[in-house]
T-cell receptor, first 115, second 109 residues
Framework: GAVVSQHPSWVICKSGTSVKIECRSL??????MFWYRQFPKQSLMLMAT?????????EQGVEKDKFLINHASLTLSTLTVTSAHPEDSSFYIC???????????FGEGSWLTVV | AQRVTQPEKLLSVFKGAPVELKCNYS??????LFWYVQYSRQRLQLLLR??SRESIKGFTADLNKGETSFHLKKPFAQEEDSAMYYC???????????FGTGTLLAVQP
């Protein structure tokens, strides 16, 4: 089946620094990718829709300048958490829409801890 | 407003017992509904979607538009079914997946 890979799987960074998480569709081209955030024992909250070659569409309440999303190619979207704070610590998950059957595949997630 | 509700945070059953994970939705239009499963330490994966009307790993789900429900059922639970189950709705206008809060299914031996 289709594979979506995230990197890194986990990262620890200091407050005030920026950290980038990559999301790749390994065996298909994805014009649309999605970024979610999941707090412990809670559901996935959609942060933004990443569109190849255009600006991301952010959900209400998500700071565009804090969570920078770039979808520069059909197989790569990146999420950069800028000026990270401890409250940004979370599990970030990306997904990509396949070009067939409208199926969405998920990455394995990335744990971010800001200290 | 588009919304997915899973009323049970935890469902514990014994092996061999029937399982029903509840899901209700709110959507103006014709929804596309999904069940996703997340096994321990694994990524979220698609279990089934209503338009396929298929049975995966013994699970089935029927869309009931009158009751706005899409409950997930399995006649005989297995220990390996223990996982987190998420019901999701895809908005036709935006093609975004909206998730419920999830139900943790624990199948006891």
């Amino acid at each position: 089946g289709a594979v979506v890979s995230q990197h890194p799987s986990w990262v620890i960074c200091k407050s005030g620094t920026s950290v980038k998480i990559e999301c790749r569709s390994l065996d298909f081209q994805a014009t649309t990718m999605f970024w979610y955030r999941q707090f412990p024992k809670q559901s996935l909250m959609l942060m933004a829709t990443s569109n190849e070659g255009s600006k991301a569409t952010y959900e209400q309440g998500v700071e565009k300048d804090k969570f920078l999303i770039n979808h520069a190619s059909l197989t790569l979207s990146t999420l950069t958490v800028t000026s990270a704070h401890p409250e940004d610590s979370s599990f970030y998950i990306c997904s990509a829409r396949s070009p067939w059957g409208n199926t969405i595949y998920f990455g394995e997630g990335s744990w971010l801890t800001v200290v | 407003a588009q919304r997915v509700t899973q009323p049970e945070k935890l469902l514990s059953v014994f092996k061999g017992a029937p399982v029903e994970l509840k899901c209700n939705y709110s959507y103006s239009g014709s929804p596309e509904l999904f069940w996703y499963v997340q096994y321990s330490r694994q990524r979220l994966q698609l279990l089934l979607r209503h338009i396929s009307r298929e049975s995966i790993k013994g699970f089935t789900a029927d869309l009931n538009k009158g009751e706005t429900s899409f409950h997930l059922k399995k006649p005989f639970a297995q220990e390996e079914d223990s996982a987190m189950y998420y019901c999701a709705l895809m908005s036709g206008a935006t093609n975004k997946l909206i998730f419920g809060t999830g139900t943790l299914l624990a199948v006891q031996p």
